[in-house]
């Protein structure tokens, strides 16, 4: 699938993996594997951003992964493959920087519980907004056709 399809079809929380194709080079070719690993991995998603227009001039699609302690930011047209490994999961909840639909995710908690202790303990997010996962949103991507592929 192309970035299209993730900024169109992956929820935000989403476990992205993404490929260049290529086959992973043995262990002991270091700068090979490193390169390699830049061009091959998985992140969660945590920004999508996919207008255009007045709010956003000269922005082209694209969305964001955290890749361990790393942001990765993906545009349209790059030719990586990528995949939907897996979906948040109902009941858990999405931490946002602020109320705006294109605001970086902060966190995904699994719960409202563990939500309310992130948020205790990241004190100097007093604009976070919390998103629960739902089962009417999981149920739209089985009904639209959006699929794990």
């Known amino acids: 699938m192309n ?3 993730i900024i169109s079809l992956a929820p935000i929380g989403s476990v992205v993996e993404w490929s260049d194709g290529t086959p992973r080079p043995p ?3 270091v700068a ?4 390699w690993m830049r061009n091959n991995g998985a992140g969660l998603l ?3 951003c996919g207008e255009t227009g007045p709010d956003h001039p000269g922005v082209a699609p694209f969305f964001m992964l955290r890749c361990e302690d790393d942001l990765r930011t993906f545009s349209v047209g ?4 990528f995949r939907i490994a897996s979906r948040p999961k109902l009941g858990s909840v999405r931490i946002f920087e602020r109320n705006d639909p294109a605001a970086r995710m902060l966190h995904l908690a699994d719960d ?3 939500a309310r202790a992130w948020l205790a303990g990241n004190t100097a997010f007093s604009d976070a907004f919390t998103v629960e996962v739902t089962a009417d949103e999981l149920a739209a991507d089985h009904v639209e056709g959006r699929t794990a592929a």
Do not use: I
């Not at 090979?32 to 390169?35: A, D, G, I, N, V």
């Open 46 to 48: 945590v920004r999508k």
């Open 32 to 35: 090979t594997l490193y390169h």
């Open 27 to 29: 262990e002991n070719h």
């Open 3 to 5: 970035a299209d399809l």
């Open 78 to 81: 790059l030719t990586y493959h």
């Open 112 to 114: 409202r519980d563990a």
